[in-house]
């Protein structure tokens, strides 16, 4: 079972039903050797992403849960997301996006640690650790 930090049972009144449902996903299917984050602050202008994931062999996740349905996306484009809801035609930014910026940031505040960086070789200077980042539709 992973670990979510917060512990779920503290996350569960400000998750979205998407997030909980994404949540108790993580925590069943995740092997132990897994930690997952929910809601961290990332960077100086602090950014949150909805799901930050850590095992120490497969590196970084950050995933961003939306509560969309694939029929309700009516345009999208790198920076936004027209989206049908019930209140009608929304703009919204691109969850996509959100997650690249959010790891970005991390990755950049992460490279400054030595520790974490290759010293020689072909990726001198770059994080150690794979990472990625995602949207995850619920």
């Given at each position: 079972m992973a670990k979510l930090i917060p512990a779920l049972s503290?996350?569960?009144?400000?998750?979205?039903?998407?997030e909980r449902r994404?949540?108790?996903?993580?925590?069943?299917?995740?092997e132990d050797d897994y930690n997952c984050w929910y809601e961290m602050p990332v960077g100086n202008r602090p950014r949150y992403t909805d799901f930050i994931i850590?095992?120490?062999?497969?590196?970084l996740l950050l995933l961003e849960v939306k509560?969309?349905?694939l029929e309700n996306i009516r345009k999208i484009n790198a920076k936004t997301v027209d989206?049908?809801?019930s209140s009608g035609m929304k703009t919204?930014?691109?969850?996509?996006?959100?997650?690249?910026?959010?790891?970005?940031?991390l990755i950049s505040k992460m490279e400054k640690d030595p520790r974490l960086v290759a010293s020689e070789g072909r990726y001198k200077g770059k994080l150690v650790v794979?990472?990625?980042?995602?949207?995850?539709?619920?």
């Open positions: 503290t996350c569960l009144p400000r998750m979205q039903a998407g994404f949540a108790r996903c993580l925590e069943a299917l995740l850590l095992h120490p062999g497969r590196g509560d969309w349905k989206l049908l809801t919204v930014s691109n969850p996509l996006e959100q997650a690249r910026q959010c790891t970005y940031q794979p990472y990625g980042y995602g949207v995850v539709l619920s």
